[in-house]
């Protein structure tokens, strides 16, 4: 006897109070963010921030993208970042929607005197 055809079989009824749960399950995890889903701003961003959010990138690579913008100044743009040793077009694209841009001031205001 073939017992593959012998099983019992799942009624419509426990099929419904299955997936109902099932479905609101899925709506509820949905609407969670994740912790690499934030989005940081490459201009004010910490190693730690960088390394938490972008795939790919480490704690050594975050340092790096710290000390360039330490050496050079603010990012213009999140292009830049393909300017630092480590980050490459690929790391860029992957991480693209977890990252923003505040843009440097072009004259940032000088103290006035008198």
Same mark, same amino acid.
């Given at each position: 006897m073939n017992t593959l055809f012998n099983r !019992?079989?799942? *009624?419509? %009824? #426990?099929? %419904?109070r299955l997936a109902l749960p099932g479905v609101?399950?899925?709506?509820?995890?949905a609407t969670i963010p994740a912790a690499a889903e934030d989005i940081i701003d490459i201009n004010t961003a910490t190693a730690e921030?960088? #390394?938490?959010?972008?795939?790919?990138? *480490?704690?050594k690579k975050a340092r790096a993208i710290v000390a360039y913008r330490?050496?050079? *100044? !603010?990012?213009?743009?999140i292009e830049d970042l393909v300017k630092v040793s480590g980050i490459g077009p690929a790391t860029l694209d992957s991480n693209r929607d977890r990252l923003s841009i505040t843009?440097?001031?072009a004259n940032p205001p000088t103290p006035s005197s008198g």
């Open positions: !019992p079989r799942i *009624g419509v %009824r #426990a099929l %419904r609101l399950l899925a709506l509820v995890l921030e960088f #390394a938490a959010a972008m795939a790919g990138v *480490g704690l330490d050496e050079n *100044g !603010p990012f213009a743009s843009e440097p001031e």
